[in-house]
T-cell receptor
């Protein structure tokens, strides 16, 4: 059984701070890793994807991947109230024919 | 603009009725997916399809059926056999198996069965 785990939160940070979101997964054969943001009542939207070990930066967002530890994280710098949402971690396991497995999401609140 | 269109946005049905949710994409993606999301929960895979005329069950396929007669379309039927059909249903697509490409989502259909 493929598993993707996230702390459900809620995570609260003050405006301007760094928010750190974490995700672990069960299978070393995982290939691709994605972070989605979901506002209440809306569909998920892609924030970042990462395939290789290390850091990947895009604006205020940084994804970090450590395949040996089966761990992927998302850092949000200079957090804004508009970042308040649920963040979903998704993993594409290589041996399941392109199936995407999702964690339950971490709820983030940025306090003005 | 390319995207995924789900319809309707809201759907209300009586218990015991089958209902079909529409999903159309014009992204020329090979793979399409149906997920279900319950309040406070993550996304659970119902069915997915990598190519036309082929599809596979996900983790919670019981009580659901799909078809993939055209590349652009992947309708989901919620049958009366589905015990708890009230949920938010999300259709998604990706380029395919060998592309490491992400999922792109439609806006979802919120189904309420009473």
């Amino acid at each position: 059984q493929k598993e993707v785990e996230q702390n459900s939160g809620p995570l609260s940070v003050p405006e301007g701070a760094i928010a750190s979101l974490n995700c672990t997964y069960s299978d070393r054969g995982s290939q691709s890793f994605f972070w989605y943001r979901q506002y209440s009542g809306k569909s998920p939207e892609l924030i970042m994807f990462i395939y290789s070990n290390g850091d990947k930066e895009d604006g205020r967002f940084t994804a970090q991947l450590n395949k040996a530890s089966q761990y992927v994280s998302l850092l949000i710098r200079d957090s804004q109230p508009s970042d308040s949402a649920t963040y979903l971690c998704a993993v594409n396991f290589i041996d399941t024919g392109n199936q995407f497995y999702f964690g339950t999401g971490t709820s983030l609140t940025v306090i003005p | 603009d390319g995207g995924i269109t789900q319809s309707p946005k809201y759907l209300f049905r009586k218990e015991g009725q089958n209902v079909t949710l529409s999903c159309e994409q014009n992204l020329n993606h090979d793979a399409m997916y149906w997920y279900r999301q319950d309040p406070g929960q993550g996304l659970r895979l119902i069915y997915y399809s990598q190519i036309v005329n082929d599809f596979q069950k996900g983790d919670i396929a019981e009580g659901y059926s799909v078809s993939r007669e055209k590349k652009e379309s992947f309708p989901l039927t919620v049958t009366s056999a589905q015990k708890n059909p009230t949920a938010f249903y999300l259709c998604a697509s990706s380029q395919g198996v060998f592309n490491n490409s992400p999922l792109h989502f439609g806006n979802g259909t919120r189904l309420t069965v009473t």
